[in-house]
């Protein structure tokens, strides 16, 4: 097999991390655009299990948020609600998951999705090195925050070509903060 054809055989598959408590239209507006964007076969909605970084408040049940997230991709064309981090239960890294995805799915070619809130911390975060070697990163506009920020542009000119994307999405000016 031609290396060309070995990677027509991967599949490619988008993970957006987060808590969705609750998953809201801007979730799937997202997920939705990344897909056809970088022709994603699907997009999965990793659904936080124990989500350490919010520790501040209480976070709804993990079994109602995967259960609102299976709801609200349903007829959404290769969008998938993801339990994968419920197994071990419990907090997880973004580095340990990808680590874990790549070894259960090897013909699976990952982009993991933020919005522009989340990615700018991403870069900064420990390990960010291996983070992109085990998946290409995909950044996509969020009201409010700015895709051309400092740490992202910065990013850029470290990160070899591919490593990271950067998608507009429409604009919707929602959070899970806003609906709950
Ligand atoms: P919270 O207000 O509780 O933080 P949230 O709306 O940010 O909730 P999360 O579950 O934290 O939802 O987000 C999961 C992912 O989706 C993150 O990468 C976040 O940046 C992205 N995201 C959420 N809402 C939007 C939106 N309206 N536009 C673009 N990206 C979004
Ligand atoms: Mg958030």
Redesign the pocket.
Known sequence: MTSTMMRMSQRRVGL??????P?????L??AVEARATLNLDEVWLLV?HT?WQ?TGRGVTDAEHRLAMARAAVVGLDGLVASDFEFDPPGPTYTVDTLRDIRAQHPGADLYF???????GSILTWQGAEELFGLARFVG????G?ELTDAHITEAFHRLPDDALHLVE?P??????????
């Open positions: 957006l991390g987060g808590t969705f408590d998953p809201h239209i801007g979730h507006v997202v936080a989500p919010k999705i933020t919005g522009a809130d989340a990615l996509v506009s969020r009201p925050y999405v604009a919707l000016s929602i959070s899970s903060t806003d609906c709950r």
